[in-house]
């Protein structure tokens, strides 16, 4: 899609007034001809253009599409999604952005896609999403971590989406241990981290966030909700992801302090999973009890009915009803 | 490289006897010409064929060159290295299985490589190796092992090699923990280790092995060592990888039945480092003390100067002169 374009940048500037060709064009130090060609690609892309004789174009309206230009404008990360690749479909954003961690990238580059062709959930599961309703995306880390570390980043990352949920909705969203974010029982967002490693050292980590925004409930999966379902209006994908993004690059320093504590609090005030009678399957053996919560290295504690205190670090969680 | 070539097996089964063009055209039903152009190729990839009127062909020797053909015949193994790949060069063979893992290929295929651009060692350093000399593959695996139980699978490759080197040689190799391989504190071995994973859960593993063979004293960095070094004779690098790939295959294959403690005694056995004086290095905190042994999920053991018993999951270890 296309990089930032100067021509899109001048319309941004004047905020919704006209502003003439002939001067777009001495600014920019191009013909007027290329300004006007500039503008058929904008419109090409969705947005939405007003032009009137004597008077030049002004910016209307932009697309609803997670178009790199708009997930830059104006957000207030250091690092990461500073740089933005997006794909109107790619086989799944965490493999793209694995590729990308192969080849060397700096942490903090970012795949947006409005479409997978095989989008995967955790453990090989898919994941399904509506194209141009929903956010798609992964994200290139390179932290200073073990690999049994890295499930601190990904417990991070259910934080910072329900910090940025709550603050965007007012609703009360939760997590499901490792790192379903749920509003009343239903899925809304899940998160998949991935990582190129040496037994001991972490060559690179991928989280992969893909939340329902848009989607209707007809375009869902069985127990899936979205944030128009919930909250009965579009939601603007733009926004949610800037917002999840500045969100994620703050905890994410954070945890790179070394203040994994602090995240895990507020896993735990987030968490829908603590104090619930749950099952977990941990290769393919059950286990009932109440969960009593994660540690400080993110595995959760369970409490059996024969009253032992068990660790789970993989595996599933169902909440019982 | 070549594939499989039915002519090279035709010249092979006659075990250096004559065998004339005529029969080997009608036994594969192919012309005696196209069998004419066969030998050319075969000479070409530095088989040596003798050719008499009226006699037809011989083979009188096979390259010292790592060919699948090779490498593959009468080997023995059921699935390590049954599909094998060789480069005459290539970045890193690790990084070229990473990809066949990427692509869903099952485990046991093998990469060679008779150079590498990138060779790389563990913690992202280079490993040095002359063409044509050495041994340089990666074998894909797709274990069921959580990641921290990877290490399992290094310990495992460094045995193999020692099993290997010791058979063929007679000579006492040790390994350095946590994988080197070692003569008279010389390394004659690495092995790199590589996973993609989430983090309860492995995807694939890499583990790539290099072996100094038959490089010379002024080919070899410092500290290191070669086969042709130690015992003064050229050695067979397809004997000793076909040999090598069998004892990883029923090492491996014991790893998977959960039987690791048999090949951490093996490990210990060979060990060089347990009982020595060492200064291990872990995120830059150094730490004197006696190596004591591994433990069964392969953590060095060291019992510090000031009495404590030190727990070593990563890093780096010396032995103390």
Redesign the interface.
């Known amino acids: 899609m296309a990089k930032d374009s100067a021509v899109l940048k001048s319309l941004r500037d004047q905020k919704g007034q006209f502003v003439s060709g002939e001067e777009i064009s001495k600014k920019l130090k191009v013909s007027r001809s290329a300004v006007w060609k500039e503008i058929q690609v904008l419109k090409n892309l969705g947005y939405e253009i007003g032009a009137g004789p004597h008077l030049g174009y002004r910016l209307l309206g932009i697309p609803d599409r997670m178009l790199p230009d708009e997930l830059s404008a104006g957000i207030k990360t250091k690092f990461i999604g500073r740089q933005i690749i997006s794909y109107e479909e790619t086989r799944s954003t965490n493999?793209a952005v694995?590729h990308l961690g192969?080849e060397g990238l700096k942490e903090g580059v970012c795949v947006f896609a409005e479409h997978q062709t095989q989008g995967r959930g955790?453990?090989g599961r898919a994941w399904v999403s509506p194209k141009y309703k929903n956010i798609l995306f992964s994200v290139l880390l390179r932290p200073d971590l073990?690999?049994?570390g890295?499930?601190k980043?990904?417990l991070m990352a259910a934080v910072s989406v329900v910090k940025t949920l709550r603050l965007l909705t007012g609703r009360r969203f939760h997590i499901k241990w490792?790192n379903d974010v749920l509003f009343h029982e239903k899925k809304l967002c899940g998160i998949?981290?991935?990582?190129?490693?040496?037994?001991?050292?972490v060559?690179f980590i991928v989280v992969g966030i893909g939340i329902n925004v848009n989607a209707d409930p007809g375009e869902l999966v069985k127990g899936a909700t979205s944030l128009k379902e919930i909250t009965g209006t579009w939601q603007s994908r733009i926004e949610i992801s800037q917002t999840l993004l500045e969100t994620f690059e703050s905890d994410y320093l954070q945890l790179k302090k070394g203040e994994f504590e602090a995240l895990a609090k507020k896993w735990e005030e987030f968490s829908s999973t603590s104090g619930k009678r749950v099952t977990a399957t941990v290769l393919g053996r059950k286990i009932h009890g109440t969960a009593v919560g994660i540690d400080k290295e993110g595995a959760l504690w369970i409490r059996t009915d024969s009253g032992l205190q068990e660790k789970i670090?993989?595996?599933d969680v169902q909440h019982e009803k």
């Open positions: 493999d694995f192969e955790r453990l073990s690999p049994a890295v499930s980043v990904t490792p998949l981290t991935e990582m190129s490693s040496e037994p001991d050292r060559n670090l993989a595996g």
